[in-house]
């Protein structure tokens, strides 16, 4: 059974910086990527950014390139979430999920999130103005 760990969470104010943490006990795909998801009450699960094992695949939002940064230690399966100029929208449970390539390559990581079998409990990131 493959476990996520997602931490670094927190209470912060509108401004400052977080970085998440997610490792993954094993990857089941060949090219495995991790991808990090945010959900808040009553709302679907949404993509976040994802980076890809192999360096080959990143997918950030154009207008979140400035805010958010992903690295990854191969050594320890871990890939790290760094979000700056946090605002009250980035309140959410972040989770972390592993995902193969292809999905990233072709995009569709956003809408196949029912598919990803192996989910953490997620980290909470609350903003206060």
């Known amino acids: 059974q493959v476990q996520m760990v997602e931490s670094g969470g927190g209470s912060v104010q509108a401004g400052g910086s977080l970085t998440l943490s997610c490792r993954a006990s094993?990857?089941?795909?060949?090219?495995?990527?991790m991808a990090w998801f945010r959900q808040v009450p009553g709302k679907e699960r949404e993509g976040v950014a994802l980076?890809?094992?192999?360096?080959?695949?990143?997918d950030i939002p154009t207008s979140e390139t400035e805010r958010f940064n992903l690295s990854q230690d191969k050594s320890k399966n871990t890939v790290n979430l760094q979000i700056h100029d946090l605002r009250p929208e980035d309140t959410a449970l972040y989770f972390c999920?592993?995902?193969?390539?292809?999905?990233?390559?072709?995009?569709?990581?956003?809408?196949?999130?029912?598919?990803?079998?192996?989910w953490g409990q997620g980290t909470q990131v609350t903003v206060s103005s």
């Open positions: 999920a592993e995902v193969p390539e292809y999905d990233c390559n072709s995009h569709s990581w956003r809408v196949r999130v029912s598919e990803y079998k192996f």
């Open positions: 094993a990857y089941t795909y060949d090219r495995p990527c």
């Open positions: 980076i890809c094992s192999s360096g080959r695949c990143t």
